[in-house]
């Protein structure tokens, strides 16, 4: 498997923005197009930041489900209605590749 850590730092005031985008619309769509979501979370410390991992059988199953979510035209009208009340949301992402390690059991976590 392989787990793509996403992180998200929010423009200023739009952290209440990202989290109605995905409870609303992101993660279904993520769900139509194969995009497995294992975790999210919040910053613990107050920065307008959100964290999620998401797990793809290898890189190119991630590049084509994200692909296609991106082309999505429910995606994009969504996007677009997201940014006309307010402005951005999203200021910056990152990613990073990950491959768990063998010597951790997946039932601890």
Not at 46 to 52: L, Q
Not at 58 to 86: I, K, L
Request: hydrophobic share 45%; charged share 25%.
């Amino acid at each position: 498997m392989l787990y793509e850590l996403r992180v998200y730092h929010m423009y200023p005031g739009r952290l209440p923005a990202i989290h109605k985008r995905f409870s609303e619309v992101t993660l279904d769509l993520f769900r139509r197009h194969g995009i497995k979501v294992c975790d999210f979370f919040a910053d613990a410390e107050g920065a307008e930041t959100i964290y999620y991992v998401c797990a793809f059988t290898d890189r190119q199953a991630r590049d084509v489900a994200f692909a296609a979510f991106r082309d999505d035209p429910e995606w994009q009208a969504a996007y677009a209605a997201s940014h006309a009340d307010g402005g951005p949301i999203v200021e910056r992402v990152e990613s990073f590749f990950m491959n768990r390690v063998p010597y951790i059991n997946p039932d601890w976590v």
